[in-house]
């Protein structure tokens, strides 16, 4: 039985469908209120080609009935985070943009990264300008006496040049307690968070102490840091609002591209903006309330309120937030006002993204005479290559290279440092290490994996 007519004698009631490729891999994961009419669209006449296409590739369809629209929500949300299907917006996305991390240590560290793990540290951004973020760090690590060596804390006998230097406060040594280290990140995470600008009276106090004792390329340092983050705090500054919290989410598609665009307003200042890429089987309705639900399912970093560029069903929304996370969330869909020129920022810088996407290159054709000539089960829109280099002929790298849909995916380039072979030249052993420690990591944090691996030698 084909998926087609499979889809016709699905049940008329609320559940939730996992659409598998030919290697019984869930490719998609949605619900609906009918099961039978919401499937049953997939296979109307008329889609545009490249849907056409990726609805080619559902081998099978399996589904779930639920007793409710409710109850099928909160069990999509589980089968995504579980099976981390291709085609359903994937929180991984908004790693592209870095953010600033406080560990959950008992001395905790401040630095940059682009993943995101349950480990219970603190997440601010994310922030789409790098150069932003590290004003930020700039400041925070001239001004907060933080250590800055990586890793968990290790006693020493002697300290660093950083508390030789004043710019650590010596935990290692015992120079410090965990009370009084806290502070310091206390006020940073008040700066972060908007709620407290007194890191930036510190900064004043030392520009002036610096000018006072001459020294003035330190107190031009200080100066020109000062400048920058309160033009930073002008700039986020779009409108102030009364209420603490607000988040923006708007959503474009264009056939089965979309991009959803989230902006994070705390205190009357604008902390985050992020994009969220996908390709979607889904319309903008049910895709938007999806990314929604997996983007808080955590629930960390909730707004009070959350403005919408689609008319969701808020209902089921505010029911998922107070009964599943506990905590009362209003959902609105403006027409007119502050929060929809807010909104409408979003929708355009998301609008663009998917422009932009649609003027890159299709390699749809050429892809499918690599299928053909490799005799592939599937298009090879996932490739990633690998290839072995030596320095010296002493030292061992191994590269990674990414291609999505035909195009490179920089942001997911790699680099390997061979540890194995010790000063040694064995390329096979190089790129059986590389190859182990990138799917090891795959595979351990449900990433997807490539449709090809190319290997040179």
Do not use: W
């Not at 102030?240 to 205190?267: H, K, P, W």
């Amino acid at each position: 039985m084909d998926c087609k007519e499979f889809a016709h004698q699905m049940p008329e009631s609320s559940g939730v469908y996992l659409m598998k490729d030919i290697k019984d891999e869930v490719i998609y994961v949605g619900k609906a209120k009918n099961l039978r009419r919401r499937v049953s669209s997939y296979f109307l006449t008329g889609r545009n080609t490249k849907t056409a296409a990726l609805v080619a590739k559902i081998d099978h369809i399996e589904f779930v009935i639920t007793g409710n629209e409710y109850e099928a929500l909160v069990l999509e949300n589980n089968l995504i985070k579980s099976y981390n299907p291709h085609y359903n917006i994937l929180l991984k996305d908004g790693k592209t943009y870095p953010m600033i991390k406080i560990t959950n240590e008992k001395f905790p560290r401040i630095y940059k990264t682009r993943r995101i793990v349950p480990d219970g540290a603190r997440y601010y951004g994310p922030f789409p300008q790098v150069q932003e973020l590290d004003t930020y760090l700039d400041m925070i690590n001239s001004s907060m006496p933080i250590r800055l060596c990586t890793g968990p804390l290790k006693k020493r006998t002697v300290p660093c040049l950083y508390y030789h230097i004043h710019r650590c406060s010596g935990p290692c040594i015992g120079q410090v307690s965990e009370e009084e280290y806290n502070k310091y990140i206390q006020v940073v995470d008040g700066f972060l968070s908007g709620k407290d600008d007194s890191i930036l009276t510190v900064l004043e106090k030392e520009m002036l102490k610096a000018s006072k004792e001459l020294d003035f390329e330190v107190a031009a340092k200080k100066r020109d840091l000062l400048q920058a983050l309160k033009k930073l705090r002008y700039n986020q500054s779009v409108e102030e609002v009364s209420e603490d919290s607000r988040d923006y989410a708007a959503i474009e598609m264009r056939g089965n591209l979309c991009t959803v665009s989230l902006m994070q307003m705390r205190f009357g200042r604008l902390i985050g903006r992020a994009l969220y890429r996908a390709e979607s089987l889904g319309d903008e309705t049910e895709t938007l309330l999806s990314f929604l639900v997996q983007y808080y399912s955590d629930g960390k970093h909730l707004p009070q309120e959350l403005f919408v560029s689609q008319e969701v069903d808020k209902e089921l929304l505010v029911k998922y937030f107070s009964e599943e996370l506990k905590v009362k969330v209003s959902v609105e869909f403006p027409q007119e006002g502050k929060h929809y020129r807010i909104l409408r920022m979003a929708s355009v810088t998301a609008a663009r993204d998917v422009e932009k996407r649609m003027c890159e290159v299709d390699n749809t054709a050429a892809l499918a005479q690599l299928q053909e000539y490799l005799d592939l089960e599937v298009l090879p829109s996932h490739i990633e290559g690998y290839d072995i280099a030596q320095l010296a002929g002493k030292y061992t790298v191994a590269s990674l290279i990414v291609f999505k849909d035909g195009n490179p995916s920089k942001s997911e380039y790699r680099r390997f440092n061979i540890r194995s072979l010790e000063g040694k030249i064995d390329d096979f052993e190089s790129m059986r290490e590389a190859v182990t420690r990138r799917y090891t990591r795959v595979l351990n944090e449900k990433l997807a994996l490539p449709d090809l691996v190319l290997v040179d030698g």
